[in-house]
């Protein structure tokens, strides 16, 4: 799939989050979304990165964004990530990463010599209009949550 472009219309989605509730991009409008893309619940870096976002998350919030995860994980695995960590924001199931697909965050990846199609790890930051204002791929745990926000200074 195609990369996304700063200033690009931010593709909607239709989806449910950790919570079973259905939620689309477009219910944000008005805020700013830091959307990112990580690959498994409870592994080590995805962990790194939620984390960091949950510690800065009354940051965010000032600056009138909110944060949404996602994963290819389904609604439990996503509860129990969720309450594990206390992450305060909604992660959204991706089971089909038709909404990774759409953003660019699916494709070939290589660890350990095998190949295989996964999640690359990424973020966007998206305006109150809906438009992409940062894209971030291939982005390091560590750097995600520091990253967005410098974005939304």
């Known amino acids: 799939m195609a990369q996304l472009n700063v200033g ?24 700013r979304v830091i959307l990112y893309f990580y690959p498994k619940d409870d592994t080590p870096g995805c962990t790194t990165q939620a984390c960091g976002f949950r510690d800065n998350y009354a940051v965010i919030q000032e600056k009138n964004a ?24 909604p ?16 494709g070939e990846k290589t660890a350990y010599g095998r190949t295989s199609m996964g999640i690359i790890r990424s973020h966007f930051v998206i305006d109150e209009e809906g438009n992409v204002a940062d894209t971030q791929y291939k982005v390091s745990p560590q750097d995600s949550n520091e990253r967005a926000l410098q974005s939304l200074a």
Not at 8 to 31: H, Y
Not at 66 to 89: C, I, M, N, Q, T
């Open 8 to 31: 690009d219309p931010a593709p909607d989605f239709d989806t449910i989050t950790d919570t079973g509730e259905r939620v689309k991009l477009s219910d944000f409008r008005g805020k």
């Open 91 to 106: 992660l959204l199931v991706d089971e089909d990463h038709a909404i990774a697909d759409a953003y660019g965050a699916w």
């Open 66 to 89: 909110v944060v949404l995860g996602v994963s290819p994980d389904d609604a439990e695995s996503h509860r129990k990530f969720k309450s594990k960590f206390d992450l305060p924001f």
